[in-house]
């Protein structure tokens, strides 16, 4: 088998692969249709995190007010 970036062959003793370890955040987007379907990872429990990493509309408001007062305005 190919080595690949994010991909890890668990072996036995004989050499035959037996299991895999595999990078979420390099492949979890590609793989997320697969864990929904065997029951690894619910469509709500991803809204669900997403949802709680949300932020305000009030946080959303100061942290665009600290932005623009570091970008570097001119004076005509």
Known sequence: MKNISGVEF???VSGK???V???LQKHGEALQFFLEQVGALSEEENFEKKWS???S?????KRV???LRTLPWKKE
């Open 21 to 23: 370890t595999i990078d």
């Open 17 to 19: 692969a037996k299991s």
């Open 65 to 67: 007010h600290t932005h």
């Open 57 to 61: 509309g009030e946080e959303l408001v």
């Open 10 to 12: 668990k072996r036995d």
């Open 53 to 55: 990493e949300g932020i």
